[in-house]
């Protein structure tokens, strides 16, 4: 076998262990901020029926939308949309 082979394979395996590593404390990132968003949940399932609780189930109206839109618009120095 060709040493650039064994160094390679050498390569992938640091990586791969790299990647797993990064993926595992991001994932414990994420259910700290779960768990401190809604305190009494137990997975991400959980948060996000308690999500979906508090916000009642329902879809934003048209008009609700529009003056969303027109704020993030006033933010950006642009002028309201009018509907």
Do not use: Y
Request: no cysteine; proline share 5%.
């Amino acid at each position: 076998m060709s040493i650039w082979i064994i160094v390679s394979w050498i390569f992938v395996a640091v990586f791969t262990g790299l990647n797993i590593f990064l993926f595992l404390k991001l994932k414990k990132a994420s259910d700290q901020m779960l768990k401190m968003a809604f305190p009494g949940s137990k997975g991400t399932a959980d948060a996000m029926q308690q999500m979906q609780k508090m916000m009642g189930g329902k879809m934003p109206s048209p008009q609700q939308m529009q003056q969303a839109m027109n704020m993030l618009n006033q933010m950006k120095g642009g002028r309201p949309r009018r509907g």
